[in-house]
């Protein structure tokens, strides 16, 4: 969605930022592409510093509980982009326009759940299966991302939802996905498959 709705909020914000005596009116997309920036940055953050640590503190932080948090993380950034979104609807009704800075902290928020589940997941799905089984196994992840983006274009579908309930729904369905796919992680036996 960051790519897609988020990308018709920042049309309804402030855009406007004057910065070292230059003055800069940011196009609605731009704001996306603090993503790939981010995600350059959080992956060896996350590999060299965050994990570590928490693994020093004493909290596992396996891939299967990674992949939880980032999904967790995932519905937080939603409910952050809708509070944005209620805030943005109530300036509207004042004159007042919300700053386009705002967004920077669910794409934060979202970039770095991005980085626990996504990249986590695809070498869970490789060191996990067999070496037979490797082509089919990151097969089936593939199609669970299409299956993903289907239901996407079926929560877009629904009629009369204005833009802040539509973060709200995907809140909702992301912190149930995660709810379950905890559920599901905490019987899981780790394999180790020889490369």
């Known amino acids: 969605q960051h790519s897609s709705s988020w990308i018709r909020q920042a049309q309804r914000m402030d855009r406007h930022i004057e910065w070292l ?7 609605p997309s731009q704001i996306a592409a603090l993503n790939p920036l981010m995600v350059m940055m959080l992956i060896p953050l996350n590999n060299w510093v965050i994990y570590p640590g928490l693994e020093r503190l ?6 299967l509980r990674r992949m939880t948090i980032g999904m967790f993380m ?10 944005i979104q209620q805030a943005v609807d109530a300036g509207s009704e004042r004159g007042e326009m919300v700053h386009v800075i705002w967004q ?3 794409y934060l928020v979202m970039t ?3 980085v626990m589940v996504s990249v986590t997941g695809l070498e869970f799905a490789y ?10 196994v990151m097969g089936f992840w593939l199609l669970c991302v ?6 996407v274009v079926f929560v877009t579908g629904l009629e009369g939802l204005d833009l802040a309930n539509f973060f709200w729904v995907f809140a909702i369905l992301m912190a149930g996905a995660a709810v379950l796919f905890a559920i599901r992680a905490r019987f899981y036996t780790y394999r180790d498959y020889s490369q």
């Open 21 to 27: 005596g230059m003055s800069i009116d940011l196009l």
């Open 58 to 63: 004493g909290m596992s932080m396996a891939p």
């Open 74 to 83: 995932a519905s937080v950034a939603f409910v952050c982009v809708a509070m």
């Open 104 to 106: 920077v902290i669910p």
């Open 112 to 114: 770095q759940a991005e």
């Open 127 to 136: 060191t996990q299966a067999p070496k037979r089984m490797k082509s089919t």
């Open 146 to 151: 299409a299956f993903g983006n289907k239901l």
